[in-house]
């Protein structure tokens, strides 16, 4: 089993920045995937970015060059640095982790936390 628990969220006024960890904690292989999601209220959850244990990253169109995701795998953390933060990201933000063991796909995700965006 592994545990995801995520920090960061909170309150902030259009275009400010915002800082999301998630550390990770258990049965954590080497090669895995680490990745934000976000659900805003009424709409399905989407993805937000995803970094692999060897730092290759992807990024939703509505996020790039505002967020950049990173890693740290010695602490086995993950984070989501947030600038130019807009009314349309206010959601409850999601850490994910996904690994393959004995051909299965563990799918592991946090409590989640708010992120709201407001004047």
């Known amino acids: 089993q592994v545990q995801l628990v995520e920090s960061g969220g909170g309150l902030v006024q259009p275009g400010g920045s915002l800082r999301l960890s998630c550390a990770a904690s258990g049965s954590i292989l080497k090669t895995n995937v680490m990745g934000w999601y976000r659900q805003a209220p009424g709409k399905q959850r989407e993805l937000v970015a995803t970094v692999t244990s060897g730092g290759s990253t992807n990024y939703a169109d509505s996020v790039k060059g505002r967020f950049t995701i990173s890693r740290d795998n010695a602490k086995n953390t993950e984070y989501l640095q947030m600038n130019s933060l807009k009314p349309e990201d206010t959601a409850v933000y999601y850490c994910?982790?996904?690994?393959?063991?004995?051909?299965?796909?563990?799918?592991?995700w946090g409590q989640g936390t708010q992120v709201t965006v407001s004047s």
């Open positions: 994910n982790l996904k690994q393959v063991r004995a051909l299965n796909i563990d799918d592991y």
